[in-house]
């Protein structure tokens, strides 16, 4: 076929495609709220082109509170089949994503949507929280996946999922009992004092998200042995279990974004996890940048609100020796900081070690007046003999994040040669240091702007996109990395520590 033809026939799959959230209307559905998908590569590959349409426009629309599907497909002709060229099959595509009464006819839809009864439609699960945002009000409810309304109403925004979320896998919802009670959905929706119609709801999709309990060994301390039968009479309800609360996919959807309501719906998942005692730690499924940077914002703020980083800070009266750059000297971590305490709040606020480190690190550096620590190195000459305390804690707070760093990715570091090690050593620190800058910069200009950015904020189980590729960390960290943050001075002959 000829590359004109084809040019002629094809259509751009993110242009065609809009999404609409609607309501009952007095004669027909009116919308509320529409907008383009981020994404289509998953439904109509990587190329993200149609073939074989003129002026195409596949319509999908949801109804604003139960998410009850239809998609209209509009175009103004269509392209002949020649041979084995024909054009493509919309819905053969499509079915694969959304469930099969989302292919009815609009009469049928309409029909359906006015006789509902969305009036008396009230959110599946449990209400967590509320809040008001610019005269508005929302509320967040949650329930598990073995509720059969919570069910209902994922599969109907699964594609979602593809739309919005780069590289993001929908859940699998014919799962057995057991597994699909280790899943729990958070919806936020916005509630209106009346309803725009009299037939209509006044509840109304803000976002969602997904989390799961990733069941964890927890070893009991005890004095006596203790007999368990195995198999247990009773089959053990998943809830009893010690887990680790996973966040996986999360998303505010586009009409939305930019309003702090990424922000609620994490402190209020974060809330739950702290509540609930089975959890142990609170992880993140392959966050991408800007989560990481909601992430940061949202603990960062609640730690030192509640007065968790007060307990904790760098010591600057060490004796200097410790500091000698000579083979097998090592400068212990329990030196620079109260490593009990730092574990016991680390246990206490249910935060993953890489997350944990971050937190205190960012905490410790914004305690180092502004002109220190945006001075580099230059003021750091006399290091550990500065007569400036806030100089010696800024040499010895560059210490503490090169021990961290280096014992978090120490199988790497140790195949470079020396040189080169401390050479990237001193690479990552300094553009971790940047990074850090950059988040208390933005951390002082949100405490008096509560604008979030969730339109990029979206997309947590993604693989790095354009924007995301060159990641802030240079060297891989793990989330469950050891939380120990002890180690040598880079470079030496490894010794055991002196203090533990």
């Given at each position: 076929?000829?590359?004109?033809?084809?040019?002629?026939?094809?259509?751009?799959?993110?242009?065609?495609?809009?999404?609409?959230?609607?309501?009952?209307?007095?004669?027909?559905?009116?919308?509320?709220?529409?907008?383009?998908?981020?994404?289509?590569?998953?439904?109509?590959?990587?190329?993200?082109?149609?073939?074989?349409?003129?002026?195409?426009?596949?319509?999908?629309?949801?109804?604003?509170?139960?998410?009850?599907?239809?998609?209209?497909?509009?175009?103004?002709?269509?392209?002949?089949?020649?041979?084995?060229?024909?054009?493509?099959?919309?819905?053969?595509?499509?079915?694969?994503?959304?469930?099969?009464?989302?292919?009815?006819?609009?009469?049928?839809?309409?029909?359906?949507?006015?006789?509902?009864?969305?009036?008396?439609?009230?959110?599946?699960?449990?209400?967590?929280?509320?809040?008001?945002?610019?005269?508005?009000?929302?509320?967040?409810?949650?329930?598990?996946?073995?509720?059969?309304?919570?069910?209902?109403?994922?599969?109907?925004?699964?594609?979602?999922?593809?739309?919005?979320?780069?590289?993001?896998?929908?859940?699998?919802?014919?799962?057995?009992?057991?597994?699909?009670?280790?899943?729990?959905v958070f919806f936020i929706y916005e509630?209106?004092?009346?309803?725009?119609?009299?037939?209509?709801?006044?509840?109304?999709?803000?976002?969602?998200?997904?989390?799961?309990?990733?069941?964890?060994?927890?070893?009991?301390?005890?004095?006596?042995?203790?007999?368990?039968?195995?198999?247990?009479?009773?089959?053990?309800?998943?809830?009893?279990?010690?887990?680790?609360?996973?966040?996986?996919?999360?998303?505010?959807?586009?009409?939305?974004?930019?309003?702090?309501?990424?922000?609620?719906?994490?402190?209020?998942?974060?809330?739950?996890?702290?509540?609930?005692?089975?959890?142990?730690?609170?992880?993140?499924?392959?966050?991408?940048?800007?989560?990481?940077?909601?992430?940061?914002?949202?603990?960062?703020?609640?730690?030192?609100?509640?007065?968790?980083?007060?307990?904790?800070?760098?010591?600057?009266?060490?004796?200097?020796?410790?500091?000698?750059?000579?083979?097998?000297?090592?400068?212990?971590?329990?030196?620079?900081?109260?490593?009990?305490?730092?574990?016991?709040?680390?246990?206490?606020?249910?935060?993953?070690?890489?997350?944990?480190?971050?937190?205190?690190?960012?905490?410790l550096l914004s305690q180092i007046p502004?002109?220190?620590?945006?001075?580099?190195?230059?003021?750091?000459?006399?290091?550990?003999?500065?007569?400036?305390?806030?100089?010696?804690?800024?040499?010895?707070?560059?210490?503490?994040?090169?021990?961290?760093?280096?014992?978090?990715?120490?199988?790497?570091?140790?195949?470079?040669?020396?040189?080169?090690?401390?050479?990237?050593?001193?690479?990552?620190?300094?553009?971790?240091?940047?990074?850090?800058?950059?988040?208390?910069?933005?951390?002082?200009?949100?405490?008096?702007?509560?604008?979030?950015?969730?339109?990029?904020?979206?997309?947590?189980?993604?693989?790095?996109?354009?924007?995301?590729?060159?990641?802030?960390?240079?060297?891989?960290?793990?989330?469950?990395?050891?939380?120990?943050?002890?180690?040598?001075?880079?470079?030496?002959?490894?010794?055991?520590?002196?203090?533990?």
């Open positions: 076929m000829a590359e004109d033809t084809k040019t002629e026939w094809a259509s751009n799959s993110n242009d065609a495609v809009q999404i609409s959230l609607v309501q009952p209307g007095n004669y027909a559905s009116r919308s509320i709220s529409s907008f383009a998908p981020t994404f289509t590569y998953p439904i109509f590959g990587e190329e993200e082109q149609i073939f074989g349409y003129k002026d195409l426009s596949i319509d999908i629309a949801f109804a604003a509170h139960d998410l009850y599907p239809n998609v209209c497909i509009s175009f103004e002709s269509k392209f002949k089949e020649i041979g084995d060229t024909k054009a493509t099959d919309l819905l053969e595509l499509l079915k694969d994503f959304l469930p099969p009464y989302a292919f009815e006819s609009q009469e049928s839809f309409e029909s359906r949507f006015q006789d509902s009864d969305a009036s008396s439609f009230k959110p599946p699960g449990q209400l967590f929280s509320n809040y008001s945002r610019d005269g508005r009000s929302y509320e967040i409810w949650c329930g598990e996946l073995t509720d059969p309304a919570v069910k209902l109403l994922l599969e109907r925004m699964q594609i979602f999922v593809s739309f919005f979320i780069e590289a993001g896998t929908p859940l699998t919802l014919d799962d057995q009992e057991w597994t699909l009670a280790r899943w729990r509630k209106l004092h009346t309803p725009l119609t009299p037939n209509g709801s006044v509840y109304s999709i803000v976002g969602y998200s997904t989390s799961y309990r990733f069941l964890t060994y927890l070893p009991v301390k005890s004095n006596t042995a203790a007999v368990t039968e195995i198999p247990p009479k009773e089959p053990l309800p998943v809830s009893s279990l010690p887990c680790r609360g996973r966040i996986s996919q999360f998303l505010i959807l586009p009409p939305h974004q930019g309003q702090s309501h990424g922000s609620e719906l994490y402190s209020t998942m974060v809330d739950v996890f702290l509540k609930d005692k089975t959890c142990i730690e609170i992880t993140i499924e392959d966050p991408n940048e800007s989560f990481d940077d909601l992430r940061d914002y949202c603990d960062f703020n609640r730690l030192k609100a509640k007065g968790t980083f007060e307990q904790l800070k760098i010591n600057t009266d060490i004796d200097p020796k410790l500091t000698r750059r000579r083979n097998g000297v090592l400068v212990p971590t329990s030196k620079l900081i109260d490593k009990d305490m730092f574990r016991t709040l680390k246990s206490r606020e249910k935060i993953a070690p890489r997350q944990w480190n971050r937190l205190v690190e960012m905490y502004k002109y220190v620590r945006e001075s580099g190195t230059s003021r750091l000459t006399q290091k550990a003999k500065a007569s400036n305390p806030d100089d010696r804690g800024f040499y010895y707070w560059r210490l503490l994040a090169k021990q961290r760093i280096y014992k978090q990715n120490k199988d790497v570091l140790a195949q470079l040669e020396v040189s080169e090690r401390l050479e990237k050593l001193e690479e990552t620190l300094n553009s971790q240091l940047d990074e850090y800058l950059r988040l208390l910069q933005r951390l002082d200009e949100r405490r008096g702007s509560r604008k979030d950015d969730e339109e990029e904020a979206n997309g947590e189980e993604a693989a790095p996109t354009a924007s995301t590729r060159e990641r802030k960390r240079k060297v891989i960290e793990d989330d469950d990395e050891d939380e120990d943050i002890g180690t040598e001075v880079p470079g030496t002959k490894k010794r055991k520590e002196d203090e533990s």
